[in-house]
């Protein structure tokens, strides 16, 4: 099917070609962009030219990605009105064209913004969506319970992270601004004030929080990313002993925001 | 006749059935009160890809209706190789929710790893319909359910057509030995877009291998173009032809899609109750016009 490849190549290349954005919400979809022989095999018809309709898929693809980006970087789009956001997010696009999960559109969006030279904080902002995003999407582990106890003594089983935990540090804590952004709150312009810290941002069945955690802590799940718990701890109590006597109240603050999980020991030790 | 004629395609619903397309911000209110509702239908890749498998709120969907697998990424008309390693994660996903059928688009969506995420027209031709056939016989038979293929909206159509859309359409779906899932609106926006008179799409279809029919709104340009959004009611123009198909080739089950611009629960419910509804009003003139003919 060489004929059928080919139409497909230059459907593809004319209906990914960027929109020119205008400004104030406008966007132009360029006509010279189009390959030739794919626009003259498109037939006109009730008013409408091939160029028109061509430029119906070509916006829809452009409309869906950008609309995707912007339910994902909200704090972004916060901070540079969706004017600056729009286009920016389309040039990241271009050089990251979506794959089959849509979840995934904007995995590289921070990395890539990071390479543009434009504000730290920006940066900042988009590695807590994407944090968010993350978190969002994770897999669910089984979670620990009284039923464990005999199991975990006896190192059958192991407590780790969840996949949906995720562990940053940032200047701020972004994380009310960003779910009032996704409730449609109003909201003051500009980023939250500075508050340095490590944040966790966890999810238990639909519902996402964000902790603000204590250096120690932070430690020790950030151990937990390739150990169990039981692990992370040792290393952590070797080195810092006054983290003995926190070890009940970290275990139960993560029952409560539904960090842990329980593999098998086959999985992982401990 | 399908391949899967050994099976019963009408199982878990009735012929006249009305379901709708269940999406997640509806789970809460459509499980507390599923009335009004025959049966689901839940897009298949929403539940086998890398995120999380929201498999309770499928198995509690399950437990109060059918669900029906519908997918967009089949890619019938592509020129990479059919991923089999999806259409098996949908046929394990068909077998826990014991699916009546899973049904995609007569459509390309992805090309050399790139992938449109949009339901996508080729010229209609013999050579591209046996093409197509052919890779639809490939899904039916990985899978253990009937296999439906969906008639597209479009909105560009080719100088290099040598035959009609529903010509292409029923060479496909004869050739493959598989099943037809009509999307009536889809019917009406291509007519609308390309000039022709969806009546005569109508006549062509042989209903028997229908598994059920599509209803749902789309979006009317300035310029006229009409574009399949799924984000408003069912039009009157696509109700009228709704009746037409029913008084050819009814009964059959019917779903309403609605994806974008969510309504509430309820509202999506009366959108269900006007496909019955419609039906009644079809009989009901014709049993006056029979009595006043007699008359």
């Known amino acids: 099917m060489t004929a059928l490849r080919d139409f497909q190549e230059r459907w593809a290349d004319s209906t990914s070609a960027p929109l020119r954005f205008l400004g104030q919400g406008r966007a132009e979809v360029p006509a010279e962009d189009y390959d030739r022989k794919l626009l003259a095999s498109i037939l006109p018809g009730n008013g409408v030219d091939a160029v028109a309709r061509l430029g119906a898929y070509r916006l829809q693809y452009w409309f869906r990605l950008i609309t995707l980006m912007q339910k994902d970087f909200p704090l972004a789009g916060h901070l540079l009105g969706w004017e600056e956001f729009n286009p920016l997010a389309a040039s990241y696009l271009k050089e990251h064209p979506p794959t089959s999960d849509l979840d995934l559109l904007g995995r590289d969006f921070p990395t890539w913004l990071g390479k543009q030279d434009l504000p730290a904080l920006l940066v900042e902002s988009t590695r807590v969506d994407l944090a968010w995003n993350l978190a969002f999407g994770a897999a669910d582990l089984p979670v620990p319970g009284p039923e464990d106890v005999d199991r975990l003594a006896a190192g059958e089983i192991g407590i780790v992270l969840q996949p949906s935990v995720r562990i940053l540090s940032a200047s701020r804590n972004w994380f009310p601004l960003r779910i009032s952004l996704a409730e449609g709150d109003a909201v003051p312009a500009g980023p939250p004030k500075p508050r340095r810290g490590t944040f966790v941002v966890s999810r238990t069945g639909s519902v996402l929080r964000a902790e603000s955690v204590e250096p120690l802590l932070a430690k020790v799940l950030r151990g937990m990313r390739n150990r169990s718990w039981i692990e992370s701890l040792e290393r952590i109590v070797g080195t810092h002993p006054e983290a003995e006597e926190r070890v009940s109240d970290w275990f139960s603050l993560g029952i409560s925001l539904g960090w842990w999980g329980v593999v098998e020991t086959s999985h992982r030790s401990g | ?295």
Not at chain 2, 27 to 53: H, L
């Open chain 2, 1 to 295: 006749m399908p391949r899967a004629q050994g099976r019963d395609v009408r199982r878990n619903f009735a012929r006249d059935a009305v379901g709708v397309g269940l999406r997640p911000p509806h789970f809460a209110d459509a499980f507390e009160d599923p009335s009004g509702v025959d049966f689901f239908e839940v897009i298949a890749e929403n539940y086998t890809g890398t995120g999380p498998v929201p498999a309770s709120n499928l198995a509690r969907a399950r437990s109060l209706r059918p669900v029906a697998l519908h997918g967009v990424s089949l890619d019938l008309l592509g020129s990479d190789p059919i991923d089999q390693d999806h259409v098996r994660r949908v046929s394990e996903l068909a077998a826990n929710l014991d699916a009546p059928c899973f049904s995609d688009h007569l459509c390309w969506t992805r090309l050399d790893g790139w992938h449109s995420h949009d339901l996508l027209p080729t010229p209609f031709t013999e050579k591209i319909a046996d093409h197509a056939a052919a890779r639809a016989e490939i899904v039916q038979s990985l899978l253990p359910i009937p296999f439906g293929i969906e008639n597209l909206s479009s909105y560009a159509a080719f100088e290099g057509s040598t035959l009609t859309e529903w010509e292409f359409y029923k060479r496909v779906v004869d050739l493959a030995k598989v099943w037809r899932m009509l999307d009536i609106n889809n019917i009406y926006v291509s007519a609308m877009n390309h000039g022709f008179d969806p009546r005569s799409y109508l006549e062509s279809i042989d209903w028997d291998r229908v598994l059920y029919v599509h209803l749902a709104g789309h979006h009317i340009r300035p310029d006229g173009l009409r574009i399949d959004t799924h984000d408003a009611p069912v039009c009157e123009e696509v109700w009228d032809l709704y009746r037409d198909a029913w008084t050819l080739g009814g009964p059959f089950p019917t779903l309403i899609e609605w994806d974008d611009n969510l309504p509430s629960w309820g509202r999506l419910v009366e959108e269900a109750d006007t496909a019955r509804l419609c039906r009644k009003v079809r009989r009901t003139l014709v049993t006056e016009s029979v009595l006043e003919s007699a008359a």
